[in-house]
DNA sequence: GTAGGGTTAG
């Protein structure tokens, strides 16, 4: 076994398999529990198709397979959705073990849930009724949140009620910052009341999703509401439950109330960061209060916060939204040299900006400094797999040098959408009705 | 399986 795992940390499960069909031809005394313990083994390192070559070698041999190694492969290949390969092994695994056994319940219910989930609470009931010691699957919600279904899971915990598993705040926690971020905050309250009741406390950072979420969905008040409530069960809200609130201020043009939130955050002993600082920049150059948004900067590097690409191209963004280029680049030079160059969309509105008054010899230079940064070429190289064609780096590359500016501005507002979705909040799920737009914060 | 998992930007 010591020489298995040395061969598998070298990473070569070609060495390992080798180790094993030798052993084998060999004859070696306890070779099944070798075999079953490589298998335990490969599992581990996540290697889930190796250890099913090693199970293999088990059944070519009619030796023992052991529970353990049934329910490990198959774990590993549902995770990795292997459903093909997982089918076969839970028919074989029926047959050793008969459906009463315990590990092979809980694969069943991880892989019904992966096809249907009404079948996997029907199998659940069906397996209760017997009396077996099953119990609630826990490890088929997290086959649901890993696939990204987190209304299934809500669903499948709402409707087991008095059912439930033991189960730990962390996977409560998992399926509400799902719902959250599917754009179903309310359904996560309604989950986070739920689990209130069976006595499981969340601590902050699972509100903070929720307040994100309903941020996220314009539910800037109920937002505020649970902020305000937080008090009430005794949670202390953290730098990240202001500063989501804070940015969504910001955005919505609330600056006043956005810096009173802010002064009650310093008052409570948090210094605040440069994410916070930008959420004030970026807010005050959206609606043109590009002094307000300088001043900030000031008052950022007297707190010894580092401004960072975000903070640039939002102040690049603020001064071509007044259509002063000189600002804008001058603001650009001035941080080049000091080692904070914009990002994409910095460059963007800088090279939208000359465009704009005609001055194409300069937004070429721009662009070819945009190609050469390595957080732009990361990102415009991150979509590149799904286009077969030409790679849209080369592409810009070859209009920039032919001139082609116009052209090349084209390309960058098309897949700019792709890195920056706008309008988050009016997707299909819409929960709650937008209304920020009627909304004052009413704390003082 | 018996640790760790979950939160903020245009």
Redesign the pocket.
């Known amino acids: 076994m010591t020489l298995i795992k040395a061969i598998a940390k070298a990473e070569s499960m070609e060495g390992v398999l080798n180790l094993i069909f030798r052993l084998e031809n060999l004859g070696v005394d306890m070779y099944d529990t070798i075999c079953n313990d490589t298998i ?1 083994f490969l599992c581990k390192q996540k290697c889930p198709l190796a250890a099913t070559e090693v199970y293999m070698v088990l059944r070519k041999n009619q030796l023992l397979v052991t529970c ?1 190694s049934y ?2 492969i198959l774990k590993g290949l549902i995770d990795d959705g292997k459903i093909w390969l997982s089918q076969l092994l839970i028919g074989s695994f029926m047959k050793d073990y008969g459906i009463a056994e315990p590990k092979l319940s809980n694969i069943l219910l991880c892989y019904l849930s992966l096809k249907d989930i009404n079948s996997a609470l029907c199998f659940l009931s069906k397996m209760k009724d017997n009396d077996s010691s099953v119990t609630f699957p ?2 088929a919600l ?1 086959v649901l949140m890993k696939t990204g279904r987190f209304l299934a899971a809500y669903e499948l915990v709402m409707g087991a009620k008095h059912n439930l598993p033991v189960m ?4 409560y ?2 399926i509400v ?1 799902g719902l959250c ?1 599917e754009g179903y905050p309310v359904k996560a309250l309604n989950l986070c009341a739920f689990v209130k009741k069976m006595g499981v406390v ?5 509100y ?2 929720v307040i ?1 979420g309903l941020c996220r969905q314009g539910c800037l008040v109920e937002a505020f509401r649970l902020f305000d409530s937080l008090e009430k069960i005794n949670l202390i809200p ?4 202001y ?2 609130l804070i ?1 969504n201020l910001c ?1 919505e043009g609330y600056l006043v109330d956005a810096k009173k939130l802010l002064e009650r955050m310093l008052l409570k002993g948090y210094n605040g ?4 600082y ?2 004030f920049i ?1 807010g005050y150059c ?1 609606f043109g209060q590009l002094e307000e948004a300088l001043m900030i900067l000031d008052h950022m590097e007297i707190k010894y916060h580092d401004p ?4 640039v ?2 102040v690049i ?1 603020g001064f071509c939204q007044k259509g002063d280029m000189e600002g804008a680049l001058g603001f650009y030079f001035e941080h080049k040299g000091k080692g904070i160059p ?5 460059f963007l509105h800088l090279i939208r900006g000359l465009c704009a008054k005609g001055r194409m010899e300069e937004a070429r230079n721009i662009l070819r400094e945009m190609l050469q940064s390595q957080s732009v070429k990361e990102l415009i190289n991150s979509v590149n797999t799904e286009v077969e064609t030409e790679s849209i780096e080369s592409i810009l590359v070859f209009l920039c040098e032919q001139g082609s500016i116009k052209e090349a501005v084209t390309v960058l507002n098309e897949v700019s959408p792709v890195f ?1 979705p ?1 309008e ?1 909040w009016f997707g299909p799920f819409h929960e709650s009705q937008k209304t920020a737009a009627t909304f004052r914060v009413e704390w003082f």
């Open positions: 335990s353990k329910y490990s826990v490890c997290k730990e705040m962390v996977d926690s998992i910052d971020k969340f601590n902050i950072i699972t903070n999703s994100n953290s730098e990240i439950t500063a989501t940015d955005k960061n440069t994410r916070i930008n959420s970026h959206k960072d690409e975000f903070t191209s939002s963004y914009p990002d994409f969309l910095g920056f706008v988050k």
